[in-house]
């Protein structure tokens, strides 16, 4: 009996020992998917705000005085230089005219006599049949009925030209806007009156500025080999529409200034765009995006692989020790499905893919290893630029 209850407790410790052991035994660390990150080499993208302009806008004016008689064109037509864009009465111009014409009429028939005159006195002057003094009053009369003819002559040319002014047309060729004067209207009489605009849109302006820190930094960043300058013929420039939708054409940069504007300490910038369709309008407000130059050094990651927090941005690691490390970071632009990562990554680490957020740093890990395939990229001019 004493042999059985011996039995029994040396049982029922050894059993207690085995469950507290069993408790004991530590949980497998948790498992998360892992991408071996790289460098690449990545464009830096710059997106600014800008403005359409005309690429020729010409204000039509009247340059004869005279009432308005006719709009000859439709508001919002497509003309061609020379096009006739409104008439003025030419009845008062061209009695104007003939009023010229009789003047140099009558300071030719004053010129010729003159002229006969002198011939005449010349002759004398050799025979001493004239005095000094009358053949100088010959040569100045002559002198004066020249002035006089080529004086009426300049009117009557004068006088043309505001007879085929009372013909109003186009400057340039591109689109005629609304006219500012009705028929009836006097125009002209005391200056040039404005009677539309035409404007050349095709191909187009934009106009926008950079601030004069971010230029400051780009050459200095490209001057330490950080950045690859990008020369200025060969940049780039796309446009963002208003529906956020990108403008299918590429831009050309014309010209960065050389100058900071004092009021906004930014640099002013333009560039050339196709715009045959009509679609960009002058005046517009547009976003414009341009690649200056190229990041060597850059990493991208997965969206998801990204922390955002109150101060930074960070991004899970796996570190030697198989344990969880934060990494501050700095992504600036999200192009496609990655962020471009300028600063915090220097290739080769362990990115965590999987439900980055949800750990902490310092815990055991399992990494698993996620093929590295290249991320599908984007033309750069089109990615998403994040402060």
């Not at 014409?101 to 030719?108: D, H, I, L, T």
């Not at 997965?302 to 690691?317: K, W």
């Not at 362990?350 to 093929?371: E, F, R, T």
Request: hydrophobic content about 45%; some cysteine; overall charge neutral.
């Amino acid at each position: 009996m004493a042999n059985t209850i011996l039995f029994l407790a040396l049982l029922g410790t050894f059993l207690t020992s085995c469950e507290k052991k069993k408790e004991a035994a530590p949980p497998e660390p948790p498992s998360v998917t892992v991408m071996v990150v790289a460098k690449s080499s990545e464009p830096v993208v710059t997106e600014l705000p800008g403005r359409l302009e005309a690429y020729r806008q010409a204000e039509v004016r009247a340059r004869a005085a005279g009432i308005v008689t006719k709009r000859l064109y439709q508001e919002g037509q497509i003309v061609k230089e020379g096009t006739p864009l409104f008439k003025i009465d030419p009845a008062p111009l061209k009695a104007a005219y003939d009023i010229t014409e009789g003047q140099v009429a009558s300071a030719k028939a004053a010129h010729i006599v003159a002229k006969d005159k002198l011939g005449r006195y010349s002759d004398l002057k050799d025979e001493k049949a004239v005095s000094e003094l009358e053949y100088a009053s010959a040569v100045a009369e002559e002198a004066q009925a020249k002035a006089a003819l080529l004086s009426a002559e300049a009117g009557r040319k004068n006088a043309n030209l505001n007879l085929q002014y009372a013909n109003v047309t186009s400057p340039i060729a591109g689109r005629a806007r609304r006219a500012m004067v009705t028929e009836g209207a006097l125009v002209g009489l005391d200056s040039p009156t404005p009677l539309t605009i035409v404007e050349q849109t095709d191909p187009i302006y934009v106009n926008f500025a950079q601030p004069a820190s971010e230029v400051i930094a780009l050459r200095k960043a490209s001057k330490k080999g950080d950045l690859q300058n990008i020369p200025e013929d060969a940049v780039k420039v796309q446009i963002i529409m208003a529906d956020g939708n990108p403008y299918p054409q590429a831009g050309k940069l014309l010209f960065s200034d050389l100058s900071v504007d004092p009021k906004t300490d930014t640099v002013s910038m333009r560039a050339l765009f196709p715009n045959k369709d009509g679609e960009l309008l002058s005046g517009a407000f547009v976003n414009v995006k341009l690649v200056r130059a190229v990041n060597n050094d850059a990493v991208l990651i997965p969206r998801d692989a990204l922390v955002r927090g109150p101060e930074a941005a960070t991004v899970m690691v796996v570190n030697a020790e198989q344990k969880v490390q934060a990494v501050v970071v700095k992504a600036t632009e999200l192009r496609g499905t990655h962020w471009v990562v300028t600063e915090g990554l220097n290739g080769g680490e362990k990115v965590i893919l999987s439900n980055p957020g949800m750990l902490q740093p310092g815990m055991v890990v399992k990494p698993m290893d996620k093929a590295a395939t290249e991320p599908a990229k984007t033309e750069a001019p089109a990615a998403k630029k994040e402060g």
